[in-house]
């Protein structure tokens, strides 16, 4: 492959290949013409360009796959961005020209596909540049999504994305139309469809006005309606617009100008929540088609509705009482963990990224945001757990002051609610949660921390035989404590790496004759606590790798050997 590492491709060596080597040597080489481009001088890109174009624009008629053909419209915009863009109308036209072909065979789509990337690729890095064709480009690329199956739908509307990113407020005379075309791909059949199109009127709303004023209304509704039957993915995209658009419409300014603006009205926040709390009532496609549905839990609405507003609703919804099954229903408990899992996310993103602006959300007693989150570590779905540490790790990074008081009380809890599988398992993920904060926090957390942790560790791993139902929580929960100690760094480790060392050979066989011996024993549960540990302990010796390099010394490393050829001897039986 090293022929394809030029700036020009090698197309004698090329047509040597086969259909499948060909392949990989034109993607390799647009691969490495991608970095070659932006490490070459302009002169040498303008000297070549005409060629360059010229070999780009044929392998549009070569079928290229979806990679492929990211890379040359990628490369396209690149070298238009470096060299002249005397040719670039031309390129324009010829893509064009290459959508509007009525040759609707399978081996001609590719083709037609590769041309869509292109032109969103070359508006986005152009921009304004090239405003004065810009209206018939996009008059031609939705004249073609009229006919094109999911994939060309997928397509077009990520280039009407790029082309609304790169011209901006330049592109207004589109608006209207990229508007209605985007609006029926909200709510298509295909999942990926639905995404793109919430990118595109995503990145719409940044100049169309009319989104989150006189159409408030209707992109509300619509965005409802795309909740339906809809997938994780479209659900993020979907209600990230959704919340932009309302946003907007709240905080929006009269302009005071622009005779064409003066006719937006700005929304108060209980007009913006009562459109929002709609689509938990209304219809077909709202949340709930009464409310004394949520108290009987009757409701035969989509929980991908449920979700998709609740994400929108972040606030509300992970404040939200312990009852959230009850009432919502016995039959949809996977629906009510989901939204607890996208709120404590969303929760976690909205925290992290307001930093310390952040503290008054939760020193506000009447929101309890963080008993609230805190309490979550107690639920009995483990992903909701899992999140609801990840939301205290981001409380801890926004909020460094929060670190050590969050870390006592989650020790705290761990060593008294011991005997609960729940809590063991939350706790200890919420520890080492804050643990991977540290290193994020300049004053850290104090020194004496280390041992506490470790000595709740061991216990937790010691008496994990006394009580079998116990074992494998107690196990898990102490290695990974351990492995989350470790991140603290080699100033902390040092003092406890004795403890840890001693802890690592007695989980393992010492010889090949106890890993014989061992075979013979036990049963399925047994089994199973033994792995968990052996496996736990691994994870630990990788973070003590990973973040404690400067204790490796040559004693250390021949007391971490001895046991591993015996755990990787287990497996290979």
Not at 67 to 75: C, E, I, Q
Not at 352 to 358: E, W
Request: glycine content about 6%; hydrophobic content about 40%.
């Amino acid at each position: 492959m090293e022929l394809a590492h030029s700036l020009l491709l090698n197309e004698e060596a090329c047509n040597q290949l086969g259909e499948v080597q060909k392949a990989e040597f034109i993607f390799d080489w647009l691969r490495y013409l991608e970095k070659l481009l932006l490490a070459t001088s302009r002169s040498d890109v303008k000297e070549k360009q005409k060629t360059l174009v010229e070999q780009l624009l044929s392998l549009l008629n070569s079928s290229p796959g979806p990679p492929t053909r990211k890379l040359l419209a990628k490369n396209l915009g690149i070298l238009y961005g470096i060299g002249d863009t005397f040719s670039v109308y031309e390129t324009i036209d010829k893509c064009n020209d290459l959508i509007r072909s009525k040759d609707d065979s399978p081996s001609y789509l590719p083709t037609k596909l590769a041309a869509v990337v292109c032109l969103g690729s070359l508006y986005k890095k152009l921009g304004r540049i090239l405003s004065n064709t810009f209206t018939e480009t996009v008059g031609n690329i939705l004249k073609a999504m009229k006919s094109a199956e999911s994939q060309g739908r997928y397509e077009i509307m990520l280039s009407l994305q790029n082309i609304l990113k790169g011209l901006g407020a330049a592109a207004t005379p589109c608006h209207r139309d990229i508007y209605k075309a985007a609006r029926s791909c909200l709510t298509d059949r295909s999942m990926a469809v639905r995404c793109a199109a919430a990118k595109c009127l995503f990145e719409l709303q940044n100049e169309a006005s009319f989104m989150w004023s006189t159409d408030l209304d209707s992109v509300a509704t619509l965005c409802f309606k795309s909740f339906e039957g809809s997938n994780y993915d479209v659900r993020i995209s979907v209600s990230k617009l959704l919340g932009t658009v309302l946003a907007k419409a709240i905080i929006s300014k009269h302009p005071g100008a622009a005779a064409s603006r003066q006719s937006i009205r700005r929304v108060s926040l209980e007009e913006v929540l009562e459109l929002l709390g709609t689509g938990f009532l209304r219809g077909s496609s709202g949340f709930l088609r009464a409310s004394g549905d949520m108290l009987k839990g009757t409701s035969s609405v989509s929980r991908d509705v449920r979700v998709g507003i609740t994400q929108v609703r972040i606030t509300n919804a992970v404040m939200c009482d312990g009852n959230l099954e009850t009432r919502l229903g016995s039959t949809d408990v996977a629906a009510s963990q989901h939204m607890l899992v996208c709120a404590l996310q969303e929760l976690g993103n909205l925290i992290h990224g307001l930093g310390t602006t952040a503290a008054p959300l939760l020193q506000d007693s009447s929101a309890g945001i963080l008993d609230s989150v805190i309490s979550v570590i107690l639920h009995p779905s483990i992903s909701v757990r899992l999140t609801a540490a990840w939301c205290l790790h981001c409380i801890a990074v926004a909020l460094p002051s929060y670190l050590t008081p969050l870390l006592d009380h989650c020790l705290e809890r761990l060593t008294v609610l011991k005997s609960s599988p729940e809590a063991v398992t939350g706790f200890s993920f919420a520890v080492a949660a804050l643990l991977g904060a540290v290193k994020h926090c300049p004053l850290g957390i104090p020194h004496g921390k280390g041992k506490i942790i470790l000595t709740l560790a061991e216990d937790l791993l010691c008496s994990a035989s006394q009580n079998s139902r116990l074992s494998a929580q107690r196990t898990q929960a102490g290695w990974l404590l351990i492995a989350a100690l470790m991140t603290l760094g080699p100033a902390v480790v040092s003092h406890h790496l004795a403890r840890v060392l001693l802890l690592w050979k007695c989980v393992f066989p010492v010889s090949p004759k106890d890993l014989e011996t061992e075979k013979s024993r036990g049963d399925s549960f047994t089994w199973q606590v033994t792995l968990e540990g052996r496996a736990g302990a691994l994870c630990a010796i990788k973070s003590f790798v990973s973040h404690c390099g400067d204790l490796l010394t040559e004693e250390v490393i021949q007391r971490l050997l001895p046991p591993l050829p015996c755990a990787v001897d287990l497996l290979t039986r």
